[in-house]
């Protein structure tokens, strides 16, 4: 198969983020700007606000009005503050535009329009995940292109998903980062040389500037290094590289990071300003015990974790309570054990998906794995069952999609598809589109209000 991106490919992939960009425009329109919108009963504005948009914003204003970090020491207020600064600097320009327009622009509050202006660029910032998860989806099924549109559109159209980047959030450029470093250290593990090193490097530099749980891409560059020289007959040349390119990869990611360490080291006595945040953000926050303290067992608390991120994945919004009907959730879960029992059929194909980019999938999978222990781990502190941390790896999750929905369709054995491939397609993005259309029209002002699906009235 032809190793450049054909025309036809690209023009889809621009049709994709252009689509994207347009839904998650009109969600970004639509949620309430400030507890002032009129658009929206008062009782609801809190309520269908995106998560966290206050805390992310007022890092920014702090980093405005201060030209100085913040100091976490208050939950009450910006309980953001022990976040990395990168992407609420490169939100700098968009406040200011947005406040100094905001009388232009009819807006009665200066801030308001800082507030639609970083909506705006962190929708962008989505626009630029949609393309590296294109560019991922290349390296993983050995330059389908077909396969790394889908992945794209699934990133682009998974209604939690859009929802999410069309607020105020870290998530999106996170996402970009750890998306960038995966690329990195597949290339690097392809081409190995100082150059990949150094480029892997400052990805996964970049990427710790954004949010410190991208820490486990450490462990993903190492892996890198270790597969790079995998097959290399000389053992000693093999363990002298193999110790160059490690020392060379965590000496620039310490060179672009470090001093962020170094300070939450100096504030908090922890560089990753974890210990902060435990003893704060649990002031007022719900943990296991809360649950254990009221009866829930272990299994329980386990299963209410299963659930309410089997629900989050695809939509639930606002402050996490706000729920689409139950159909929403149904439609969502079928897709899900469709693409399962198709992964679970790849592996009985003569040609699994896998073997023509074994290394990538080996990095890809990785990933996923530390975001999903994290994930657990973070809800055994808190309860916090928001399927949205989970898309720090939206890159590999894609992927998954992709390659369970293929495999569907390829009986065990050979490679007769049960379904012509154009109409395999066509129903994966009908399936998305009617997802994403629901979702849309239940957070638009005035739609009603629902509750927890599945558990009675």
Same mark, same amino acid.
């Given at each position: 198969?032809?190793?450049?991106?054909? !025309?036809?490919?690209? %023009?889809?992939?621009?049709?994709?983020?252009?689509?994207?960009?347009?839904?998650?425009?009109?969600? *970004?329109?639509?949620?309430?700007?400030?507890?002032?919108?009129?658009?929206?009963?008062?009782?609801?504005?809190? %309520?269908?606000?995106?998560?966290?948009?206050?805390?992310?914003?007022?890092?920014?204003?702090?980093?405005?009005?201060?030209?100085?970090?913040?100091?976490?020491?208050?939950?009450?207020?910006?309980?953001?503050?022990?976040?990395?600064?990168?992407?609420?600097?490169?939100?700098?320009? +968009?406040?200011?535009?947005?406040?100094a327009l905001a009388?232009?622009?009819?807006?009665?509050?200066?801030?308001?329009?800082?507030?639609?202006?970083? $909506?705006?660029?962190?929708?962008?910032? #989505?626009?630029?995940?949609?393309?590296?998860?294109?560019?991922? #989806?290349?390296?993983?099924?050995? !330059?389908?292109?077909?396969? +790394?549109?889908?992945?794209?559109?699934?990133?682009?159209?998974?209604?939690?998903?859009?929802?999410?980047?069309?607020?105020?959030?870290?998530?999106?450029?996170?996402?970009?980062?750890?998306?960038?470093?995966?690329?990195?250290?597949?290339?690097?593990?392809?081409?190995?040389?100082?150059?990949?090193?150094?480029?892997?490097?400052?990805?996964?530099?970049?990427?710790?500037?954004?949010?410190?749980?991208?820490?486990?891409?450490?462990?993903?560059?190492?892996?890198?290094?270790?597969?790079?020289? $995998?097959?290399?007959k000389a053992e000693?040349?093999?363990?002298?590289?193999?110790?160059?390119?490690?020392?060379?990869?965590?000496?620039?990611?310490?060179?672009?990071?470090?001093?962020?360490?170094?300070?939450?080291?100096? =504030?908090? *006595?922890?560089?990753?300003?974890?210990?902060?945040?435990?003893?704060?953000?649990?002031?007022? $926050?719900?943990?296991?015990?809360?649950?254990?303290?009221?009866?829930?067992?272990?299994?329980?608390?386990?299963?209410?974790?299963?659930?309410?991120?089997?629900?989050?994945?695809?939509?639930?919004? #606002?402050?996490? !309570?706000?729920?689409?009907?139950?159909?929403?959730?149904?439609?969502?879960?079928?897709?899900?054990?469709?693409?399962?029992?198709?992964?679970?059929?790849?592996?009985?194909?003569?040609?699994?998906?896998?073997?023509?980019?074994?290394?990538?999938?080996?990095?890809?999978?990785?990933? =996923?794995?530390?975001?999903?222990?994290?994930?657990?781990?973070?809800?055994?502190?808190?309860?916090?069952?928001?399927? %949205?941390? =989970?898309?720090?790896?939206?890159?590999?999750?894609?992927?998954?999609?992709?390659?369970?929905?293929? #495999?569907?369709?390829?009986?065990?054995?050979?490679?007769?598809?049960?379904?012509?491939?154009?109409?395999?397609?066509?129903?994966?993005?009908?399936?998305?589109?009617?997802?994403?259309?629901?979702? =849309?029209?239940?957070?638009?002002?005035?739609?009603?209000?629902?509750?927890?699906p599945f558990v009675? +009235?």
């Amino acid at each position: 198969m032809d190793t450049q991106p054909g !025309n036809r490919a690209i %023009r889809t992939l621009w049709l994709i983020i252009a689509g994207y960009l347009l839904c998650a425009g009109v969600a *970004g329109w639509m949620m309430p700007w400030s507890s002032d919108d009129t658009r929206w009963p008062q009782y609801l504005r809190s %309520r269908y606000t995106p998560p966290d948009e206050y805390a992310h914003l007022a890092y920014v204003k702090y980093l405005f009005a201060h030209q100085a970090l913040p100091i976490f020491d208050d939950p009450t207020g910006n309980y953001e503050a022990h976040q990395p600064p990168l992407y609420y600097a490169t939100c700098l320009p +968009a406040y200011a535009l947005g406040t100094a327009l905001a009388d232009d622009l009819g807006l009665d509050d200066p801030e308001t329009g800082g507030l639609l202006l970083i $909506r705006i660029w962190s929708i962008l910032i #989505g626009g630029a995940v949609i393309w590296a998860v294109y560019a991922l #989806g290349l390296r993983l099924f050995a !330059n389908d292109h077909r396969k +790394a549109l889908m992945a794209a559109g699934f990133a682009a159209f998974l209604p939690m998903h859009l929802v999410n980047l069309s607020g105020i959030t870290n998530d999106g450029l996170a996402e970009l980062m750890v998306l960038l470093a995966i690329i990195s250290a597949c290339e690097f593990v392809v081409r190995p040389s100082d150059r990949t090193t150094l480029i892997m490097g400052i990805c996964v530099g970049l990427a710790m500037l954004v949010k410190s749980n991208s820490l486990f891409l450490l462990l993903v560059g190492i892996t890198a290094a270790l597969l790079a020289t $995998r097959e290399w007959k000389a053992e000693s040349l093999r363990l002298k590289l193999t110790g160059r390119y490690v020392a060379l990869f965590l000496a620039t990611t310490f060179f672009l990071c470090g001093w962020w360490w170094i300070r939450n080291q100096v =504030l908090y *006595g922890d560089p990753l300003a974890q210990k902060v945040f435990i003893e704060l953000f649990s002031v007022d $926050r719900a943990t296991p015990e809360w649950f254990f303290e009221r009866g829930i067992s272990g299994i329980g608390y386990l299963q209410m974790i299963l659930f309410g991120t089997a629900l989050s994945f695809w939509g639930v919004f #606002g402050q996490a !309570n706000v729920y689409m009907p139950e159909f929403f959730y149904l439609l969502g879960w079928a897709f899900t054990l469709a693409v399962a029992a198709g992964l679970i059929r790849a592996t009985r194909s003569r040609t699994r998906f896998w073997d023509a980019a074994a290394p990538c999938w080996v990095l890809a999978i990785l990933s =996923l794995a530390f975001v999903l222990a994290f994930y657990l781990r973070f809800n055994m502190i808190f309860y916090q069952v928001q399927a %949205r941390y =989970l898309f720090t790896a939206i890159g590999p999750l894609a992927a998954l999609f992709v390659a369970g929905w293929s #495999g569907l369709w390829f009986p065990p054995r050979t490679e007769e598809p049960r379904l012509a491939p154009a109409s395999r397609r066509v129903l994966w993005w009908a399936l998305l589109a009617l997802l994403l259309v629901v979702a =849309l029209y239940h957070l638009r002002s005035g739609a009603p209000c629902l509750g927890l699906p599945f558990v009675g +009235a």
